[in-house]
């Protein structure tokens, strides 16, 4: 799975780790977090965050 990086705030979403103490468990996936899901560091939306796998490959 892909980790994904706020662009306000350089938070990483990783999905191993997941968000628990949003009530995101260990192993979601960033495409199955709800929609209303926010960057628990700066509360930008998950429109702001970019796939880094995706990022490094056209760098």
């Known amino acids: 799975m ?8 350089d938070y990483v979403y990783d999905p191993k780790a997941g968000d628990p103490d949003n009530g995101i468990e260990a192993g979601t ?3 199955d977090l709800p929609d209303d899901w ?6 930008a939306g998950k429109e702001l ?3 880094m796998r995706t ?5």
């Open 2 to 9: 892909d980790k994904y990086r706020c662009t306000i705030c």
């Open 38 to 43: 926010v960057c628990p560091d700066c509360g």
């Open 55 to 59: 990022k490094k490959m056209f760098e």
């Open 49 to 51: 965050f970019e796939n």
């Open 29 to 31: 996936a960033f495409e």
